[in-house]
């Protein structure tokens, strides 16, 4: 299925140690085997900084809860130690191949920021096992802002990906409805206060719901300053 927008660009890893010289193929055969129509990926960067294409990059890809419908997956091969821990092992040839394959994406998706699958709220995942935000930044991409709060235009991305449907990411286990979707983005984030919130893209929905958010806080603290101060404060503003 084609994708209608592309908002983000999420950077993953393949969570295998250095001397697994892996790429595409491998990961395709492994998400097909979880009864997955292709690779979730769009991109796969190999050790060597071989670029190798997973997914057409016009299709939804199955790479990151709630996101699919409206980002592209890269996954750089790599990630873990021998142990299976999290570590930050790329290669320099990784690195250069990546920061190009971005600034090509982003030239061809202008309006796609860049984003770490473990950045989004609600992950509790160290994928990509970097800052890929902070990377970015850093090469001169545009990144995500970096915040963990649900925000309107993350609501309707989730709305999105209900209707457009999707195999989700590498953990789903069985359908979730739309509302339960929201509930758990929300929960995830922190809150609902999270709700009112900066962050992945200000949209006129965020901002009514930031200024909505300062009225209210205006109304608290004037309720909480008792009539004495309220009418000196009036009488201040009024110039009496
Ligand atoms: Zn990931």
């Given at each position: 299925m084609l994708r209608r927008t592309t908002d983000y660009i999420v950077l993953h890893c393949s969570a295998t140690p250095p001397a697994h010289d892996i790429g595409?193929?491998?990961i395709r055969q492994w998400h097909m085997a979880k009864g997955w129509s292709n690779i979730g990926y769009h991109f796969v960067v190999r050790r060597?900084?071989?670029?190798e294409t997973g997914r057409p990059a016009?299709?939804?890809g199955s790479h990151v809860k709630y996101h699919n419908a409206s980002s592209l997956g890269v996954c750089l091969v790599g990630g873990v130690n021998k142990a299976q821990k999290p570590q930050n092992n790329f290669t320099e040839a990784q690195w250069l191949a990546l920061r190009q394959l971005l600034a090509e994406l982003?030239?061809?998706y202008p309006h796609a920021l860049i984003i770490g699958h473990r950045?989004?709220?609600?992950v509790a995942k160290a994928c990509p096992c970097f800052g890929a935000i902070e990377w970015a930044q850093t090469n001169g991409l545009r990144a995500?802002?970096?915040?963990?709060?649900?925000t309107a235009s993350m609501l309707r991305a989730i709305k999105r990906e209900s209707e457009d449907g999707d195999e989700a990411d590498d953990?789903?286990?069985g359908q979730e409805t739309a509302p339960a979707k929201w509930w758990t983005a929300i929960l995830g984030s922190g809150g609902v206060g999270s709700l009112a919130g900066l962050g992945y893209g200000l949209d006129w929905l965020s901002i009514t719901a930031m200024i909505l958010g300062l009225i209210l806080l205006v109304c608290l603290a004037l309720y909480l300053m008792g009539y004495e101060r309220r009418e000196r404060l009036w009488d201040r503003l009024v110039g009496l």
């Open positions: 595409a193929a491998e060597n900084g071989a670029i016009a299709e939804i982003q030239s061809r950045d989004f709220p609600g995500a802002p970096p915040m963990r709060l649900v953990d789903l286990s």
